[in-house]
Structure formats: structure tokens, C-alpha cells
């Protein structure tokens, strides 16, 4: 058990105190049982989306009409995705990708993840540190499709990502793309 | 001082009986594995010390550890009907206000909101009404306890992930008029996974 040694010898009465540490243990342990106990071990996250609502234009400001920006419009099909980049009305590049078949809970596509890393990386239009806009990307799917899907294709659509500097300067990884639905 | 006559030894009675203390069990018997034994020589000490040391400094490990992922806030209340879909590319949750949609309703922080199957019988997207009161009611309140912070806009959804698109999509635009256009979608963690 623990000791102190506080000297003593030369015919004096030793002063050497033993510690009972028994105590000790059980209070450790008792605290060790309570965090245990009342830990949440079921981590919940979230996925971001954007409604892309425009807020009422600013009267003290004169309106410059801007260049469109290329967005990515993303169709979940049957047995395929469409990844459609449009300037405006204007289709930039069209190319397709299969919708491998899921079975169970678990559903992921890692190759629509890996093609739309290399749409981004030739078509992107925010791809400096120092811009801290996202490209768009537009979710078109059919109404019977189950949120399980959806959120495959989002978590696809989000795992690309790119050093972005923020505000207080520090760089940090962020998703490229900012997502929303198509309204129709 | 003795005197100069014989001196006088004092009998003790009980000399034969009282010994000094020292070693004397089974001494008598005149076998030396006995001696050694008795005595404590060549075998070891069948009583062993514990260092606890370690064991201390492992409990104390343990519950530093557990106090830094401890959270008082406790669990975030899920809707016990709802099976969230799992990603990998997430974020932490935020304090925000939750939207539960299940298979038969829509509920705001536990409060019902709309039917579920109510926009899957009209079959194309639509504002539901109720929880677009409710929605703006919060917005309002946050606005009137914070009157001089700029509103996040933030909800949450927690959505099962066999509910059709139709009926997320509604309560996305729903929340989004309702002045939430940063809306986020609740997850579970799904482990990363190494890449083929």
C-alpha cells in the first residue's frame, strides 16, 4: 500500500505512515461504473443542406446583371445517375454513371463519389483556399425514392472535399458542394 | 551491598515455565526440511503483495477519459419510430429545432405537425400548413428572446429513411418558407471505410 516516509530512525519513534488506498480504488470505481453507466454511446450526426431561398433584394444596391454559375444537377434514375453541369440554361457537359442495386440497409456508392470528384475537378467553379463559396449541386429524383437513397447520394455528393480558409484564417476541409432539391 | 555471608540466589518457581520469547514451534522435532520450514529458510512466502500502482493509474486513465466525453446534455431525443439512414460525411449535430418525420406524421420537438400520409395522398409537393405555423411561431419567439442577433435559420430534420422523397422534399420547403433554409438532415456516424 502507499507510504510516506517522513524520517524518523535513531531510536525515535518511526514516523513512516502507510496510506490505505482501499478507499481510494473503490471511489475510482464507483466513478468509472457512473460514466459508464450514463455514457451515450449512440453518435448522432447531420448532413447539410440549402433551401437556396432568395432573401428581398437590397433597394441601396444597384443590380448588376452577373455570369450564371455552373451548376451541377444530379438525376437519380432507375439504373443510372445524370450529372448535367448547366451554366444558366446552357448544358456545359452531360455524363452518366451506373446506379449499382442495394440490398439491405447499408447503402453507399462509392463510385458516384469518385466520379463526382472529377466532375468537380474539371468543372468546378470554387476551387481556390481563399473562396469560400460552394458549388451547387441540384437534386433531381423520382417522389417514390426512399430518404435512405437520398442520403447515400448526398453522403456521395459530400465526400469530395477542399481546403477552404476561413475568417479567422485557419484552413480547414470543407464539402465542395452545397446541395438542395429541384422544386418541380 | 552484600554482606560478607553466602549469597542468596532467589528461587524462582516458575523458572522451568517462563522463557524468553523467541521461535519454538515444531523445533523439537529433529528432521531439518522441518527446521528449514519452520525456521523460514528455503521456501518462499506463500503471502504475495499486490502492486496496485498500475492498477491506480489505469483507473485514473479511465475516468479522466470518461469525464471528457461525459456530456450533461444526455442523449438527443430520436423518435423511437425512426430508423435514421447511416453517412459517413457528416457533421456534429447543432442546437437547433427538430423536425420528425416518421411514417405517419410529422413532429415538431415531440408536437404533431402534419400527416405524413396526408401529403403522400395528394401525391405532388405541397407546404403543410401546420408545421409551417409552428416553425414561424419558434422563429418569432427566437427573434423576441434575441433581438439583436442575426437568425440562424437552422432546423434539423430526423427523417426515417423509408419515408418517400415526395414528403421530405414537402417538409423541406416547408421549412424553408417558414424562414429554415439551412436545413440539415440527421444521420447516424457510419465508420470510414478504406478506400479499394
Known sequence: ?184 | MSGGGPSLKKHDPHAHAIRVAKPRLMRSVPLRFVYNRVAGHGGRDPNASLNLTAFIDFLLVTVIFLLMSFSSSGEIGVDKHIKLPKAQNVEDVIEAPMVAVNGNQVLVDGNPAGSTRDIEEVGRMQKVDKLFEMLKRKRETWRSFHPNKNFPGVCILQVDRDVPALVVKSVFQTAAFAGYPNVSFMVQKRAKVSAK
Open chain 1, 1 to 184: 500500500m502507499g507510504g510516506v516516509d517522513v524520517g524518523g530512525g535513531d531510536g525515535k519513534k518511526a514516523m513512516n505512515a502507510e496510506i490505505n488506498m482501499i478507499p481510494f480504488i473503490d471511489l475510482l470505481l464507483v466513478i468509472v461504473a457512473f460514466l459508464l453507466i450514463t455514457a451515450v454511446w449512440v453518435s448522432f450526426s447531420r448532413i447539410n443542406a440549402n433551401a437556396q431561398v432568395p432573401g428581398p433584394p437590397d433597394p441601396n444596391k444597384e443590380i448588376t446583371p452577373e455570369t450564371p454559375q455552373k451548376v451541377l444537377h444530379l438525376y437519380i434514375r432507375e439504373s443510372e445517375f445524370g450529372l448535367i453541369w448547366k451554366q444558366g440554361s446552357t448544358t456545359v457537359s452531360e455524363s452518366t454513371i451506373d446506379r449499382p442495386e442495394q440490398k439491405g440497409d447499408e447503402i453507399m456508392y462509392p463510385d458516384l463519389a469518385v466520379k463526382l470528384g472529377e466532375e468537380w475537378k474539371q468543372h468546378g467553379g470554387h476551387q481556390d483556399v481563399s473562396d469560400r463559396k460552394l458549388d451547387q449541386a441540384i437534386l433531381h429524383s423520382d417522389n417514390g425514392l426512399k430518404f435512405g437513397e437520398i442520403v447515400a447520394v448526398l453522403d456521395a455528393l459530400y465526400s469530395t472535399k477542399r481546403e477552404m480558409a476561413l475568417k479567422d484564417g485557419k484552413r480547414e476541409k470543407q464539402p465542395v458542394f452545397n446541395m438542395t432539391f429541384s422544386v418541380r
